[in-house]
């Protein structure tokens, strides 16, 4: 068997680390006193406040953290945020600078050698750097030139060797601008963090429902009847969804937890910000908890089918049948599927009890409005796109799309990262997008496909591509099999990352390399005509904007927007192809706006709306039954079991997130709500599975994956004691991505497979 060379990062711990009981609440009083260290430890006090009072309040900014939409109808006065939307603050308005000399101090071997927080922290990019070919420090360069040295190396090769990729964060102004600077240049290489996550789900989305958005709106999640959670830990990684989920319990609602991991966040949960919650010790929100094995979702959905045809066939009234007849297609080839399934099979490649199938199926059957949210523990399969196209069968069903309380509800990660895609963030937009982009603008944009973010990696790693330019993110942290994805970097000619603050990809570089600091979210963006804003979309397809407070920490910061026009300016100079002002649009953003109000539909009147307080809701199709699929029907799909058969010896792991972390960003070295004090290196085991092997907690192991007679290792990672089904193993993301293959993805989204990762775990 081939054995993949290791690229050993450095470890994010070296204190000892603790292990407790996982606490079975959440939030409340510590997560107060959590926000309140990170706001004293990071930022100057005042300006903490002034940002906090004014994050994700109606004409304040947009937090830089999660997707979760923002309630129209009460916002806290004394801040609408959670704790780790204060640490994302914390993050970008922290008081330390990663400034020119800070990087004459330290050679690219030296920062390699910290860890991935000790980078972090080590405060805001001040000014452009540059790393030559063969030099050893990054040294700061200006703008201009640093345009220059970019626009040399795009202009002497072909469009389709640069690679343009898009974190989530950037605003609906930025996004547009870079894609149609992409797009006059010559490509659609235009991958994104999307690629990576909710990719299954805009694919399954868009086949069964005719639009890759979700359906629901935050009013649905407060009065549906019943909400199932699948695949999802929004206690970490959306928290202010629990506020939504509060409010369903109270309306009388009920709520499924579906997940490998009892995550706190979907058991208790203590409202910060309400005195009485605060005094009466918080809500209890999970009604029923399924903890399922690694990939057993199809299977369970499958089982309830069953149950619920059951049901159907003996006493009717489950099934809506005037709304099957009316708005779908392909319900008897659901059925005949749903026959032939053998019950006993469902159950057991789930990993639950019968009972519980049994008590969730009556649950569903004695609540009329339904509403299934999911993230990444569903998407990040092989057949994820399958999983959700068989939640989608469920809703159908229950006639659960297209009215109050019920419908699809897809949690997306970074916010904005919805409004990127809808933006043209896309390597395969459709003929009418480039229709209508080609007449705003007078260009022809390329129609041949770009590459998605496993595609880019993959031709960076055979030599097809030579300039990675990242706008914003972490790539090689965010991405699959770490060090397949850095050989891949190493071979561009050039690299860029436009970023706020030094992370892991600035370091495993092109043969040059540049870094381009912008201004954060929370920072006022000053351009020819005045204090300007962006725009965002939410998780639930709400538009609205998002204007920072604070001072820039620096006056050679540029805003995402004149980074894309000044580097547009200097590429595409001379191209008589092109005629753009660029420098016309950085002036005011409302002159984009009105750009996108051309080329993207549901963006009448953007500017007049868009300064609506709370903003407006972009047209959604499924969300009034108007299903834009081939035949003007929701589709009803039949999807095979997967194979979820354990080699002897082996596991499946999954990767997960700490609640000290966004993404590949690391807030500190703790999981308080599992219990995890200063680690990151470790592995949640079976206490069964754990004696069956002769490990202990804290004993140090090497964990191999295995794909196609390769085999990826990491090493020195500590076992600790888990609630978790047996034959199933977690650790922490960044840390296991070395073990996804760069070749196992998601049937027709070519999602990384992150979720379930076949493995064997060495006793050191």
């Known amino acids: 068997m081939k054995e993949k060379e290791i690229q050993h990062r450095p470890p994010n711990s070296t ?21 309140m260290k990170h706001m004293r430890k990071y930022m100057d006090m005042p300006k903490a406040l002034q940002a906090s009072l004014k994050m994700n309040q109606k004409g304040g900014f947009d937090c830089p953290g999660c997707a979760w939409p923002d309630p129209d109808d009460e916002r806290s006065p004394i801040g609408e945020y959670c704790e780790n939307g204060i640490k994302a603050l914390a993050e970008e308005a922290t008081k330390f600078r990663a400034n020119p000399d800070f990087f ?58 640069a690679i343009f990729y898009t974190s989530g964060r950037t605003s609906n102004e930025a996004a547009f601008l870079y894609q149609l600077f992409v797009r006059a240049y010559g490509t659609n290489n235009l991958p994104d963090c999307s690629n990576m996550c909710h990719e299954s789900s805009g694919t399954a989305l868009s086949q069964t429902l005719g639009i890759g958005k979700g359906s629901v709106t935050l009013e649905d999640i407060h009065q549906a009847d019943l909400i199932m959670v699948m695949g999802q830990n929004p206690g970490t990684n959306h928290p202010r ?10 309306n009388g609602g009920k709520i499924i937890a579906v997940n490998p991991l009892k995550e706190a966040g979907l058991v208790h949960y203590t409202n910060p910000q309400k005195v009485s919650r605060m005094l009466m010790g918080g809500v209890d929100l999970t009604d029923l908890y399924l903890p399922i094995k690694i990939n057993g979702d199809l299977a369970f959905l499958k089982a309830l089918m069953i149950l619920l ?98 419908g699809t509800c897809p949690v997306r990660g970074h916010s904005n990262v919805q409004g990127d895609r809808t933006m ?41 591509a030579k300039v990675f330019f990242a706008m914003g993110g ?26 706020t603050k030094p992370n892991r990809s600035h370091l495993v570089h092109g043969k040059e390399a540049i870094i381009l600091p912008c201004i954060g979210r929370s920072e006022m963006d000053m351009q020819e005509s005045g204090y300007q804003f962006v725009t965002v979309e939410n998780s639930m397809g709400v538009v609205h904007s998002s ?62 709306r868009v300064r609506e307080k709370g903003g407006f809701h972009l047209p959604n199709g499924a969300r009034v039954r108007n299903f834009k699929t081939s035949n003007n029907k929701a589709q009803f799909s039949v999807n095979p079991l997967p ?35 200063n680690g990151r290196e470790i592995i949640f085991m079976n206490k069964n599975d754990m004696n069956e092997v002769g490990l202990k907690a804290q004993d140090l192991v090497n964990i191999h994956s295995y794909f196609k007679g390769e085999k990826r290792s990491v090493f020195n990672f500590k076992i600790v004691p888990y609630d978790i089904p047996s034959g199933n193993l977690a650790c922490y993301f960044p840390e296991g991505n070395p073990l996804v293959p760069i070749g196992s993805v998601a049937r027709e989204s070519l999602t990384p497979t992150s979720k379930k990762i076949l493995v064997t775990v060495e006793k050191l």
């Open 104 to 161: 004459l101090k330290h050679t690219i071997a030296e920062l390699s050698a910290m860890s991935d927080f000790e980078l972090g922290k080590s405060g805001r990019l001040t000014q452009p750097m540059y790393l030559a070919e063969g030099d050893d420090h990054y040294r700061a360069i200006e703008w201009e030139k640093a345009f220059g040295i970019i626009a040399k190396q795009l202009n002497q090769i072909d469009p389709n060797e």
């Open 241 to 250: 969804m629990l506020s939504a989920l509060e409010k369903n319990k109270l």
């Open 309 to 406: 045809l059951e049901k159907e066939k003996t006493s009717g009234g489950i099934f809506d049948k005037a709304f099957i007849d009316q708005y779908t297609s392909g319900y008897q080839e659901l059925i005949a599927d749903i026959e032939k399934a053998d019950f006993n099979t469902c159950v057991s490649d789930s990993g639950l009890v019968e009972a519980d199938i049994r008590k969730a199926a009556d649950m569903i059957a004695e609540n009329k409005n339904m509403i299934i949210c999911w993230a990444m523990g569903i998407t990040q399969h092989t057949n994820g796109v399958d999983t959700i196209k068989e939640i989608v069968n469920l809703l159908l069903l229950r006639g659960s799309v297209g009215k109050k309380g019920a």
């Open 643 to 677: 194979d979820l058969t354990i080699p002897e010896g082996h596991y499946y792991l999954t990767t997960v997130r700490s609640h000290d972390q966004y993404n590949t960003t690391i807030y500190g070295l703790d999981d308080r709500y599992r219990g995890i004090k």
């Open 15 to 35: 204190k000892s680390l603790t292990i407790k009981n996982a606490p079975t609440k959440s939030v409340g009083m510590p997560a107060v006193v959590e926000s």
């Open 474 to 499: 972490n790539f090689l942290s965010a991405a699959p099999d770490t060090d397949y994805t850095a050989k891949g970097l190493r071979n561009c000619n050039l690299t860029i990352h436009v970023s």
């Open 424 to 464: 043209g963030i896309f390597e395969r937009m459709p003929e009418s997008f480039h229709e209508k982009l080609d007449t705003a603008f007078g260009i022809v944009s390329p129609r041949e496909h770009g590459y998605g973010t496993v595609h880019a990696i993959e031709a960076m790693h055979e030599k097809k």
């Open 547 to 608: 204007k920072g407070v604070l001072s820039p920490l620096a006056s050679t910061l540029k805003s995402e927007p004149a980074i894309v026009a000044g580097l547009a300016k200097a590429v595409l100079k001379g191209n008589e192809k092109v005629n753009i002002d660029w420098d016309y649009y950085i002036a005011d953003y409302d002159r984009i706006r009105s750009k996108i109000e051309e080329v993207v539909s549901g963006f009448e009147k953007y500017n007049e």
